[in-house]
């Protein structure tokens, strides 16, 4: 267990539903990232939260919308999503310093989401 | 835009064999150099984490190098073993948007030890 949780593991959605993906911290980290990890490609960074503020989005399209209500949740809201979202989707934490504003330890990853998108 | 090399993209060696696996950035600007380990279906395993001001660190049998002059990184792996076998990712991190950090992920190398 890494201390980074995402529910659920597998998700079979239509292109019209809505549907959202979960993560939580347990390691008191204070920022929070989405990754994105397609086959045959490098895992892209989607949103980063540090201290509850949303600090990076890295042209991800708005049928992806984060919300990070506090330092141990986070959220990825899907909706109208096309089959070539379909991915892994990973969610990881690390703990920025504020006197340097980047991370110099560890970033821990949950298991991810494995999402299919018919 | 930083860009990430992994080489080789796969790797089948035997039991016992001490290995290398190399990464490669094109900007040397970076806050520091990670490698995971991934197993097939979960998420990443953070393994060493090398600040830009340093040149290696080691856990075990793990040893890895990094020369930010030549934006070059080595993973080297002690006398291997069937669990070591997954994907080995070398991420870089530099300056993201706001202040944080970003890091950029090669596209990793799937390592197979056979027993």
Redesign the interface.
Known sequence: ETGVTQTPRHLVMGMTNKKSLKCEQHLGHNAMYWYKQSAKKPLELMFVYSLEERVENNSVPSRFSPECPNSSHLFLHLHTLQPEDSALYLCASSHITQDRGHSNEKLFFGSGTQLSVL | KQE?TQIPAALSVPEGENLVLNCSFTDSAI??L?W?RQDP??????LL?I?SSQREQTSGRLNASLDKSSGRSTLYIAASQPGDSATY?C?V?G??????????????TKLTVNP
């Open positions: 990430v806050y520091n990670q995971f279906g979960k998420g990443l395993t953070s984490l600040q990712l991420a991190g300056e993201g948007q706001g202040g944080s950090e970003k890091l950029v992920f090669g596209k990793g």
